[in-house]
């Protein structure tokens, strides 16, 4: 079965610091990974999936398939990033819906 | 376009009830699935609509059952509630189903059983 695992529940940083949230997967196939954040009172949304391999609000998330890991980084943290980050995957074509990992509450400190 | 609706925005249910929760997708969309996030977790895949036919179904009971409508808009109903239950129920809209279409997802209904 698929699963989705990130290690942190709770991650504080200082603003201007750097951030790293912890995703790694299991699935044998080749699936498509993402993340979502979900911001103070507003709707979960996607950020990055990793086939557009683009940077998004100075985020960017690299596939190490032999790692089977997806890390989120941000080089400077800054305040309005605190938020709920959910890791997430989906596979064989897409009928299974999206696997989501518990979430890492990040809190940027001032 | 307001995105995604979801309606109710909260709902409290005693034990053994049934609930309706309904879902408008993003105008367009014509693929909607739903989503289970119990406090603490991630969402849980429920089930995808596409074109009024269940395409995908994740690991819950028979209590739980969907449709989707002509207009695309979907509804979940929850028979014989249970107070494992509670949790925010989200609904999500893509153009078409697939893994490399976005899901656009709805602020959610909040259940409550008691």
């Known amino acids: 079965a698929q699963r989705v695992t990130q290690p942190e529940k709770l991650l504080s940083v200082f603003k201007g610091a750097p951030v790293e949230l912890k995703c790694n997967y299991s699935?044998?196939?080749?699936?498509?990974l993402f993340w979502y954040v979900q911001y103070s009172r507003q709707r979960l949304q996607l950020l990055l999936r990793?086939?557009s391999r683009e940077s998004i609000k100075g985020f960017t998330a690299d596939l190490n398939k032999g790692e089977t890991s997806f890390h989120l980084k941000k080089p400077f943290a800054q305040e309005e990033d605190s938020a709920m980050y959910y890791c997430a995957l989906i596979s064989g074509g897409g009928a299974d819906g999206l696997t989501f990992g518990k979430g890492t509450h990040l809190i940027i400190q001032p | 376009d307001a995105g995604v609706t979801q309606s109710p925005t909260h709902l409290i249910k005693t034990r053994g009830q049934h609930v309706t929760l309904r879902c408008s997708p993003i105008s367009g969309h014509k693929s909607v699935s739903w989503y289970q996030q119990v406090l603490g977790q991630g969402p849980q895949f429920i089930f995808q609509?596409?074109?009024?036919?269940?395409?995908g179904r994740g690991n819950f009971p028979d209590r739980f059952s969907a449709r989707q409508f002509p207009n695309y808009s979907s509804e979940l109903n929850v028979n014989a509630l249970l107070l494992g239950d509670s949790a925010l129920y989200l609904c999500a809209s893509s153009s078409t189903p697939g893994q490399h279409y976005e899901q656009y997802f709805g602020p959610g209904t909040r259940l409550t059983v008691t």
């Open positions: 609509y596409y074109e009024k036919e269940e395409r």
């Open positions: 699935y044998s196939g080749s699936p498509e």
């Open positions: 990793h086939i």
